[in-house]
């Protein structure tokens, strides 16, 4: 199952980061007690007591990280017991209905401490479990699909929504485009009215002779 690799690939990720975090502190608590054990015969007692009780209190922390991700009840179960129950609920899902199809009384996990002697393969109903748990999941992506692709009106209002402001902004800006092509436009001939009258004065003022 997709679903099922994909979770487990991301559960192994995270134990290899773990495992990581753990080696390069054994790596950090190591390189601690080398170095006391060099400068142990230049050191004080106190001095030497102090470097033992931070070797001891990391080397708890680290033992402490590796009980709460790999214990017992560890992060590592606990992400685990997560990744496989849904599909188990799954699993148990469909085994239900199938029985209730068929008329089973009952239904045993050959691969369980259940004791099977003997059993005719036309009883045997793993592949239709696994196929009915594939099928669903076909349907629901489907599903996903036609709801995507279907009239959604909170889609369309937020979509009409966006546009009447695409609208909106654009008449603003042919506005003031418009208004500045005016301004443009007055300035222009406030502009030649000037020249004009200045062209004006200095004709009146050196008039050409006759």
Do not use: C, H
């Not at 030497?48 to 001891?56: H, N, T, V």
């Not at 990280?65 to 148990?92: C, H, S, T």
């Not at 599903?143 to 009447?164: G, H, Q, T, W």
Request: proline fraction near 2%.
């Amino acid at each position: 199952m997709e679903d099922y690799k994909l979770a487990n690939q991301q559960l192994e990720e995270k134990i290899g980061k773990w495992k990581k975090e753990i080696e390069s502190k054994k790596d950090e608590i190591e390189i601690l007690k080398d170095s006391l054990l060099v400068e142990k015969p230049l050191l004080t007692f106190d001095i030497i007591r102090d470097r033992e009780s931070e070797i001891a209190f990391e080397e708890k922390q680290l033992n402490d990280y590796q009980i709460k991700r790999f214990g017992v009840n560890g992060d590592w179960v606990a992400q685990e017991l997560m990744l496989i129950r849904p599909i188990q609920d799954q699993v148990m899902n469909v085994v239900q209905t199938i029985a209730e199809q068929k008329k089973f009384d009952k239904i045993f996990d050959q691969s369980a401490d259940a004791i099977m002697l003997y059993s005719k393969k036309k009883y045997d109903i793993s592949d239709l479990v696994l196929k009915s748990i594939l099928r669903t999941e076909k349907l629901e992506k489907l599903n996903i699909v036609f709801e995507d692709e279907s009239f959604n009106p909170e889609y369309e209002a937020r979509k009409k929504l966006i546009e009447e402001k695409k609208a909106k902004k654009a008449e603003e800006v042919n506005s003031k485009r418009e208004l500045l092509l005016k301004q443009r436009e007055e300035k222009r001939k406030d502009y030649q009215r000037k020249r004009d009258s200045l062209l004006k004065l200095r004709k009146e003022k050196n008039p050409k002779k006759s």
